[in-house]
């Protein structure tokens, strides 16, 4: 996955982050989503006991900074400072069930999350536009204009992709998803979790940390319990939006303590 960082005059917006899941030989799968092979065989072999040190890492690497970055500062916390509420627009019934069962999934693993589909998007903060592949950098170019898209495309050659937009304050004020239908479900579902999780803030991709799906060499396809951990850090109440590294640094290790309780219980983990 790669990510880009764009200034919005037009917007009055500081900072517009972009983050996509860049093309990449996807295992074939023909099961009903949850049913999928190659998901089944990740989660069998999935690593699921941490260091402190392995969960504080890439917090830091993921929430701060962005791996393309053209204008605004990303050396502050970036989230969302209240309800989520996501649109799916698509004629695509099947895969709007999909996005829904993700977007449920999400919100029952991360504790101060509250996100959940809607179904107008007047009242939506999130909106995800499900397109054909043959369509997605048309789609790309209504979104941020043709010049940027042709970047976009030479610079990242993305399969979808994510954006959002922030306020002075650092709070994500909007995010844009772009995903394509007919690619499979596998395809589908990876770029579902990976795009929704990163428009919530952590879009800075990195190579250096294993467990993350924020990272090119690694395809999930479900919400794994590193992502978990990255996540409920990230919406713990205690991190707010705008703190530095050292603010974070400071409160860290009392929300990871509890922030271990929860992600244990809402996966039954053992010690």
Request: aromatic share 8%; proline share 4%.
């Amino acid at each position: 996955m790669s990510a880009l960082n764009l200034s919005s005059a037009a917007l009055r917006i500081a900072l517009l982050a972009l983050a996509a899941l860049t093309c990449a030989p996807a295992p074939a799968a023909t099961a009903v989503a949850g049913e999928l092979p190659a998901i089944s065989s990740r989660q069998r072999s999935e690593k699921k006991n941490f260091t402190d040190g392995e969960i504080v890492e890439g917090f830091l690497k993921t929430a701060f900074g962005a791996e393309y970055h053209l204008a605004g500062r990303v050396d502050r916390i970036r989230k969302f400072d209240g309800p989520v509420r996501v649109y799916a627009e698509s004629d695509r019934t099947d895969r709007k069930t999909q996005l829904g069962k993700v977007v449920a999934d999400i919100a029952h693993r991360v504790q101060h999350l509250d996100i959940a589909m809607i179904a107008t998007a007047e009242a939506a903060n999130v909106r995800v536009k499900l397109v054909r592949d043959r369509d997605l950098f048309r789609t790309i170019s209504s979104f941020y204009g043709a010049e940027k898209a042709r970047e976009i495309r030479t610079s990242l050659d993305p399969q979808c992709l994510s954006g959002f937009r922030k306020n002075d304050n650092y709070e994500i004020e909007h995010s844009d998803v772009i995903l394509t239908v007919d690619n499979g479900d596998f395809v589908f579902l990876d770029c579902a979790y990976e795009e929704l999780l990163q428009s919530l803030g952590p879009i800075n991709d990195t190579a250096s940390v294993p467990w993350t799906m924020f990272n090119d060499n690694v395809s999930m396809g479900y919400f794994d319990v590193y992502d978990q951990y990255i996540l409920n850090l990230l919406y713990d109440p205690r991190i707010k939006p705008g703190m530095t590294v050292a603010e974070v640094k400071a409160v860290l290790p009392a929300v990871l303590a509890d922030v271990r309780t929860w992600v244990k219980q809402v996966n039954d983990l053992k010690e």
